[in-house]
């Protein structure tokens, strides 16, 4: 995809129109991050009680985008309102991204007779954005090959098929209205969707009153876990960016603010396209499924809501994991879990857990407590601990694969991957090897400590014993056939 349709040096005249008060910033090329904020003058450090007077740059509540935005446009444009009442009204993000759509379409257009959808701002305003983000979502299939082993690996494949699903759902929603279903037949259109996408998870911020938003020009500040700014909403529902440092921010500096300070680095190239290198952060998040002839495991993953994931993390030294899914798993019928189908007040059926004859179906995330007063609840820890150390290994052995990066910052041939999407790859394969090398370490000597621990040593000897009697009748009885 090509670049933004319009040079950043024109984004003065459009804040101009449209009321976007850029007081002590300006939008300036960065090296190595592209578009960032650049204070234009020295900022005085400000209290975080600062009224908006101190504001750095201020954004009229007309211009940011959120639901209510959007819901005010469907009353001006009937194509969009159209599409907005077919497919619309099931999430935040879902009805920005029709938006984002309805006006990347726009850009695209030049013939002002065919556009079809009334313009805002945001129809000027897209154009200053990038065609092509850094996120793994937009990577081509070859440059999505150096994940293998990581984090992201099933999670960028899952979020492809998502968004592959919600864009056939959009169409075949939109094929009864006559200007969006020719739209929807251009080869394009599918792109534009990854795109709005991306757009959206890079630039969307959380905003006190608005909630989920974006921003035009305070969609600009790049991150820092040291960043010099914060923004906020006025009484009357502007935005401001306002300094957050006391020392203030020196004419020249860039202006960063936070996406977050507790967020991993698989997170950040996944919502962002790039990862920190100044955070000290060191989480993971691997996938879990259904342990290998488990006859009750279907039943498990249905009736859990929560991620399917179990979290590693390494702090000062220490690893520490989490995970209400694996207690769940690890668990079956001798242990006191049950399920029951039972039929509702409307005569349809439904699915219930039980745990030692008590409907816990409620509360799937509660495992780990609801085992620590059962008389097997090392056992169960120590099970916990085994499975969750075979899956450690196993994405280990994966991520610590070799893959041949081809291709240089000096030489780069046309269609091989870009240098910038194999470095925050080979950055991320790199982190995520020491947290499973750590994680791996960790759960070998906890499992070391569960299997000295007295009532473990008793229930493995007594089962221990159990199949000693077992072979041993096995084998009388086999001597009494033979005689």
């Known amino acids: 995809m090509a670049a933004s349709q319009l040079p950043i040096e024109a984004l003065p005249a459009w804040a101009l129109l449209n009321d976007v008060e850029f007081r002590s910033a300006e939008v300036r090329s960065i090296d190595?991050?592209?578009?960032?904020?650049?204070a234009k003058n020295d900022i005085p450090g400000v209290s975080d009680d600062a009224s908006s007077t101190a504001a750095i740059i201020r954004i009229p509540r007309e211009l940011v985008l959120s639901a209510e935005a959007v819901e005010a446009y469907a009353k001006v444009d009937q194509n969009f309102r159209q599409l907005l009442e077919v497919a619309g009204h099931q999430s935040t993000r879902g009805d920005i991204l029709l938006y984002l759509l309805a006006h990347l379409i726009l850009s695209r257009r030049s013939s002002p007779g065919n556009k079809g959808c009334a313009s805002t701002p945001w129809t000027e305003y897209i154009k200053f954005l990038p065609r092509s983000i850094s996120v793994p979502t937009m990577w081509t299939s070859d440059e999505r090959e150096f994940l293998q082993g990581t984090s992201l690996e099933s999670s960028v494949n899952a979020k492809l098929s998502v968004l592959s699903r919600e864009y056939d759902e959009l169409s075949e929603k939109a094929s009864a209205l006559p200007f969006w279903n020719d739209l929807f037949g251009e080869p394009e259109m599918m792109e534009d969707w990854i795109l709005a996408d991306a757009l959206y998870r890079s630039r969307c911020l959380e905003l006190p009153h608005a909630g989920h938003a974006m921003v035009p020009g305070l969609d600009m500040a790049n991150h820092s876990p040291n960043y010099l700014a914060r923004y906020d909403e006025t009484p009357d529902g502007d935005v401001v960016l306002l300094p957050s440092s006391e020392s203030g921010v020196s004419s020249g500096e860039e202006i960063t603010i936070s996406y977050g300070e507790a967020?991993?680095?698989?997170?950040?190239?996944?919502?962002?396209?790039?990862?920190?290198?100044?955070?000290?952060?060191?989480?993971?998040?691997?996938?879990?499924?259904?342990?290998?002839?488990?006859?009750?495991?279907?039943?498990?993953?249905?009736?859990?809501?929560?991620?399917?994931?179990?979290?590693?993390?390494?702090?000062?030294?220490?690893?520490?994991?989490?995970?209400?899914?694996?207690?769940?798993?690890?668990?079956?019928?001798?242990?006191?879990?049950?399920?029951?189908?039972?039929q509702d007040t409307s005569g349809g059926r439904e699915l219930r857990l039980l745990w030692q004859d008590e409907d816990v179906t409620g509360r799937t995330g509660e495992f780990e407590s609801l085992i620590q007063d059962h008389p097997l609840c090392q056992i169960f820890k120590l099970r916990a601990v085994a499975v969750l150390e075979e899956r450690v290994s196993s994405q280990l052995d994966r991520i610590t694969t070799e893959i041949s990066y081809g291709a240089t910052e000096q030489s780069q041939a046309a269609n091989q991957p870009r240098v910038e999407c194999m470095l925050a790859a080979e950055k991320l394969r790199d982190l995520e090897a020491q947290i499973l090398q750590g994680a791996a370490a960790a759960l070998e000597n906890e499992k070391a400590r569960l299997l000295l621990d007295a009532r473990v040593v008793t229930y493995l000897g007594s089962m221990e014993d159990t199949q000693n009697e077992q072979a041993s009748n096995l084998a009388s009885n086999e001597d009494d056939e033979f005689s």
């Not at 190595?32 to 650049?38: D, F, H």
């Open 263 to 342: 967020k991993s680095a698989a997170e950040m190239l996944f919502s962002y396209g790039f990862i920190d290198q100044e955070s000290a952060v060191k989480e993971l998040a691997l996938h879990l499924d259904a342990l290998p002839d488990d006859p009750l495991g279907k039943a498990k993953l249905h009736i859990y809501k929560g991620p399917r994931t179990v979290q590693l993390s390494l702090t000062e030294g220490n690893f520490y994991w989490h995970s209400p899914l694996l207690y769940l798993l690890i668990l079956n019928e001798e242990d006191g879990l049950a399920f029951r189908v039972v």
């Open 32 to 38: 190595g991050k592209g578009l960032g904020l650049v």
